[in-house]
Every structure is written in C-alpha cells, then in structure tokens.
C-alpha cells in the first residue's frame, strides 16, 4: 500500500480502487470456495444464511474498502453505515419468502434459518418490519428527518379528526330528517285507520289479527326437549338425574405445540421428497388427527426441446411409508396413518397423540344431542366417548346388536362395560331393561347385585353359566312364539300391539376366555345362537375378554357379532383376531380404542368415557332404594330338552362317558393321525372340553398319541 501511496496522483486514484477492489473479490471468491469444498461447512452455510450470504459479502467488501480510504470519514457517515446494514436485512428477510425445491430451501426459504428468524415466516410480521425500516433510513437519510415525520403526523390527526368530526353532524342531520319522515309516515296511517273506523265499509277486518297465534309461540320453548326425561313413558319407575354424574371438566388445548407439530410433520416428509400441506386438524381428548394434503412432485429439467413432462402428485403410499420416520421426528410410538379417514375428505390422516390430553367424562356425553337421540328414538344408547377429532361416539346397543370388547389388563376394558351399564341404567327403567351379568373374577360386576334390573344375582360360578343361557334360549323362543301368535316380526312391532310388552334382556359377560375354557363347544354353540336370533327378541350381548385367541373368539362367534371395541393388546396377532387387521397393539392404553362397525368402513379411534366409583356408587345406591311397581317376571330355568340337536341332547343328558363309540372311533382317528388332539375331538363328537381329555389321557396311555 506504500507504493501506491507514493505513486497515487490525479490518475492513479481509480487504478488504486479497482485493485483493491479485485483483491477482495478474489479473496472472496477463494474463501467461498473453500467452504464449498468442505461438506460441514458448505451444510452450516446453508442452513444459516444460504444465498443471503452474498448479500453480506457485498456489504463486507463495501465496509473494508471504505476503512481503507476513509477510515475517518466512515465513523463520521455511520448514518450511512446503519442504513447499508438495514437494506442488507430486508434484502435477506424478503429472500426467507422465496422457497427452493428440496431441504433447508424448501422449509425455510433461500435465505436459510437466520433468514426465516427475521421475519418467523409471517406476511404480517415482515411488512411491519419493512415499515419501521423505511421509517428508520427517513431518520437517518433525510436532513431533519424527525420534524418532517411529526409534521406528517400532526397532519394526518388534523384531517383524521376533521372527518370525523363531518361523519357525526351527517349522522345528526340524517337521524333528524328520518325522524321526522317516520313520524309523518305513522300519523298518516293512523289518519286513514280512523276513517275507516268510521265509515265501517267492510266486515273483514277483524281477520288481520287471525296471524297471531299462541299455539306456535307456546311450543316454541319445546323446540330443544330435555335430554334425558326424568320419568319414562308408561313406567311407574323413576329415572336417575344427571346429578349423580361429576360435571364435565374444561380442557384446555395447546395450540402453539399443535402448529409446531404440524411444521414438523412437513418438515420429517420433506426431508424424503414427500412434500405435503397440514389442513383439517382436529383435536382430541387424547389423539390430535392432522389432515394431510399430498403435493407435488418437483419436475426433474428434462431435454431440450423436450415436452414438459405433467406434474405428478406424491402418492399415498409414499406417506405410509414413512410411518417410522414421523414417529421418530414427533418423538412418540403411537402413531398411526390412515389413508381415508372419513368418507368424503381427501385427506391422508395421521393420528398423533395429544401432548395436553384430557378425560372424557360421561355426563358430557349424556348431554350431548347425539345421546339424546338415541333414547328418543327408543333405542338403547351407548355412550362410549370421543372419536379422534373430538366428535362424540355414542352406539345403539339395539341396532349393533351384539358387542365384543377385547383388551390387555388395564386398556380400560372394565370401565368400558361400566359405562355401558351407566348409560343403559341412566335411560332405561327395569320393566324396559333386565339384565343378565356374569363375573367369573367376582370383583368387576358384583357391585350390581340389588338393583331392579338384574333377573338374578350376578352369576360367578361356571357351573352356573350353561343352564343361565339355556334358560335364555328357551326365552327367546318363548318370545318367538309369542309375536308369532301376534303376527309381529320384532319386539318393536310387538310392544306396540301388546298389553304387555316385552321388556330388552341384555347378556353381560366380562370374562368370555374363562366360558370357552371351561364350557367348551356348547357355550359357543349357546353364544352363537343366542347371536343369530336374539334381536328380534329383544335379547343382546356384551362379550368381553383380556385375551383375543381364536379358540376364544372363534370365527363362528366373530361373524355374528359385527360391532367390535378393541382397546390396547398384546400383538398384531390379537389385533387381528379382534378387528380382522392390526392396529390395536399400537393403541396408548388408559381408555384409547378402536372401534368397528357397520357404520365406517374402517376401524374408527378414539377414547373411552371415564366413570368414577363414586358415580356408580351412587347410581347403584339410587336403584336400590328406589320402590316401584311388581317386575313380569322372566323365567329362565330349563325346561326339558334344550333344542339343538345333538349337542342339546348331551348336555341336557349329562356327560358322554365311554359306554358309547367315542372311545372307538377316537382310536380309529389316532390311528390315522397320530397328533390328534382334545380339540380335535371335541368339535369331531360335539362333547365337553372335560369328556374330549380324559379320551386323550387313555388315548396316550395306550400309545396311540404322538406329543
């Protein structure tokens, strides 16, 4: 720099300039490249910055040139100085707004994450900054800069308030003028009344007040009916008040943490060119859906003077692929995608759990119009809880008819069945509703026992079980005969030509694993039965059980009994067994479910409606001390000889023992398949579970048997 100080002249200035000038563009050139070269630091560029680094490349080398000429001159121009820095940052903030392809350009924009900071990727936020920006270089630019803008603000509140000020005395003078138009208006009118008051021309005048009538205006109030009633219709029983139910308890949704959830969702699939937009997201107590709108695929440059090939839109199955990619970017297992998941919507949804879960009591349910409706209408209602976007699941139990639960020990099985017993206790007298309840574990349902409802105690004994549904097949067919002399086809129709109506009977089995087990062949043949020709009559099962085998829920069962509630369990395999795909073993617990039915092609998610102790406590209490008139009673004892056949007629004449040819022809299979087994045996004779093992016992004992 010396020499050129001592060479510099009036010619040799712009030589001085356009060398330093070269340097530091080479300079940055070279550095530019360097980190180019390098993967970490090419990948902290642009993440940071992106293109907006030219920009402060730019204003660096502004700024080093200006030290190297005037170093004085710079400190005394910082004006100047503030206002480059100033068009730097709109420049970078505007560039946030243009998006790239791919990565850190598509999410952020290109001028990187410091660039998306400026403005949060807000219209809003960057429009204001660009005000006080030009606000600020008017400051620092214009000479007095100051008094013109209070001058242009004393200005404007001048004419802002003179207007103002012209608006009201508009408003005055117009409300005077229609004042007075309306007050000639009616005095004419009631001038040309009094006239015809007098002359008395017609007979027909009396008729203008016809419109008016107090029918209409007294039914307007039972346009919105209670809704549940206090006492059911032609009952002498009263129904409990909602009173007994805790209130509703307000929840309280995160929505920040849902639009962070939703950039990162976009952000996981981006990162694997599946570019999606979020709409349609709906919150839940426990599980938020987020609609996902598939978008399009950015087009490849192609040949020149080649047709530009259609935009292609990213396929569903590219979205389910990267099931375990969201989950590890939302950092939860639990979720699930679905590819239609209402009919209708053209969206893939995605289930994500909530982070700010919430109960769903059951009063809040009860009071809802869809619960309502049902117990108008005269069915059974069901209150279950809330779907996945917060919509309530309310099932009629009489129009299902029958309900399988399946569920691991603590999914919230048990408190599933205790709120369809609330609901159906909460709405139904017990000359409208018995029911039959059994309880192998004697702790679930035993608290019932007491209440008007129930036709006998709560069984708890096996033993007790075969002749219980023996006795209810002999009901039904009691009541087919009955709308057969009637010439009814349902209980419906025959309430409605009957004296004496038939009252609903709902069978509730908490245990189903412990009745196959100890029952075998002919509870499922009773089950079965009791499933294909129960709804008519009146008579519905709920079938529950903690383990979903197929020797438990066997095909036969599972194909009469469409409407499934699965809540979490063990394996796919059980998943499988419950709801005929997987899914349930994926379910959070704690009430978290699956439900399928004729309604929805697909199993629908959602949380179970919670039900405290006291509340049953004190809904059993209300039942119990409540004294209404005499039950019809409902005989359930066995009478003669169950039909059924076969299998009717070896339960009903005790066990099958050896006297006849099971023995033989047991051997005769053992002979031909070596690995027979008691299952085997019991569907080939149609005999107990306890008959089919003491055969294989003397089947081993003899040799006949492999294993």
Not at 637 to 657: K, R
Request: hydrophobic fraction near 45%.
């Amino acid at each position: 720099m010396s020499t050129f100080a001592a060479t510099e002249g009036p010619g040799f200035g712009w030589l001085r300039w356009l060398i330093e000038l070269s340097v530091l563009l080479t300079a940055s050139v070279v550095a530019a490249a360097s980190a180019w070269l390098m993967p970490d630091v090419r990948e902290w560029l642009t993440d940071t910055l992106g293109f907006g680094w030219a920009v402060v490349g730019v204003f660096t080398v502004g700024t080093l040139l200006a030290l190297l000429h005037r170093p004085a001159g710079l400190f005394k121009g910082w004006r100047w100085w503030l206002a480059g820095a100033l068009v730097a940052g709109v420049l970078i903030g505007g560039a946030a707004f243009v998006r790239g392809d791919t990565g850190t350009f598509y999410t952020y924009g290109v001028s990187g994450e410091w660039g998306y900071a400026l403005t949060g990727g807000s219209a809003g936020v960057a429009v204001l900054e660009l005000c006080a920006a030009l606000a600020l270089l008017g400051l620092l630019l214009i000479p007095n800069g100051a008094h013109w803008y209070l001058a242009a603000l004393k200005y404007a509140g001048i004419g802002v308030w003179t207007a103002l000020v012209a608006a009201a005395v508009g408003l005055r003078i117009a409300g005077v003028w229609l004042f007075a138009a309306t007050a000639t208006a009616f005095r004419g009118a009631a001038n040309m009344a009094g006239s015809r008051k007098q002359s008395g021309p017609t007979t027909k005048q009396p008729k203008r007040g016809k419109p008016k009538k107090t029918k209409t205006e007294a039914a307007e109030p039972q346009a919105a009916p209670a809704t549940l009633p206090t006492t059911a219709s032609g009952s002498g029983w009263e129904l409990p008040p909602l009173d007994l139910l805790s209130p509703a308890e307000a929840h309280q949704m995160d929505h920040a943490a849902i639009a962070e959830m939703s950039e990162e969702i976009k952000e996981a699939l981006a990162e694997h060119r599946v570019y999606v937009d979020v709409e349609d997201v709906k919150a839940g107590p426990r599980v938020i859906r987020f609609g996902l709108v598939p978008g399009y695929v950015p087009q490849q440059p192609g040949r020149e003077g080649a047709a530009k090939p259609r935009p292609s839109r990213v396929r569903v199955s590219d979205i389910t692929k990267q099931q375990k990619d969201l989950a590890l970017a939302l950092k939860s297992p639990y979720i699930r995608i679905i590819e239609t998941p209402e009919p209708g919507e053209g969206l893939v949804g995605l289930e994500v759990p909530n982070p700010t879960p919430g109960k769903v009591l059951m009063r809040s349910i009860v009071e809802g119009p869809d619960f309502g409706k049902i117990v108008q209408k005269g069915g059974l209602a069901f209150a279950l809880g809330e779907d996945a976007g917060g919509a309530s699941l309310v099932l009629d139990l009489a129009a299902m008819p029958h309900l399988l639960i399946a569920g691991a020990t603590g999914s919230g099985k048990s408190v599933c069945i205790n709120s369809l017993v609330a609901s159906l206790l909460m709405t139904r007298p017990p000359d409208q509703l018995r029911m039959i309840m059994v309880d192998p574990k004697r702790v679930e349902l035993t608290p019932f026992n007491g209440i008007p409802h129930l036709v006998m105690p709560v069984i708890v004994e096996p033993d007790e079980v075969q002749p219980a549904l023996r006795g209810l097949i002999n009901e039904m067919s009691r009541r087919y005969k009955m709308m057969e002399d009637l010439g009814v086809r349902n209980i419906a129709g025959y309430n409605a030509k009957s004296e004496e109506p038939m009252s609903f009977l709902v069978l509730i089995v908490d245990e189903l694993a412990d009745l196959m087990m100890t029952g075998g062949l002919e509870v499922e043949q009773q089950l079965v039965r009791l499933a294909q020709l129960g709804r008519a009559a009146g008579i519905h099962m709920v079938l529950a059980t903690q383990r979903p085998s197929v020797k438990v829920v066997t095909g036969l069962l599972k194909a009469n009994v469409p409407a499934r509630v699965a809540f979490a369990v063990a394996s796919q395999v059980d998943s499988r067994v419950i709801l005929d795909t997987g899914g349930a073993e994926a379910l959070m617990g704690k009430g978290d479910l699956l439900l399928l039915n004729n309604d929805f092609p697909k199993a629908r998610r959602g949380q179970g409606t919670l039900v405290y102790d006291e509340e049953m406590d004190r809904l059993i209490q209300f039942w119990r001390d409540q004294q209404g008139p005499p039950l019809p009673h409902i005989n359930l004892d066995e009478e003669g000889e169950e039909p059924g056949g076969e299998a009717g007629e070896a339960s009903s004449g005790g066990d099958p023992a050896y006297n006849g040819n099971y023995l033989d022809q047991a051997r005769d299979i053992a002979l031909r398949n070596p690995r027979v087994t008691s299952a085997m045996l019991e569907r080939r004779f149609k005999i107990r579970k306890s008959v089919a093992d003491e055969i294989m016992e003397d089947l081993k004992a003899e040799g006949l048997v492999i294993g």
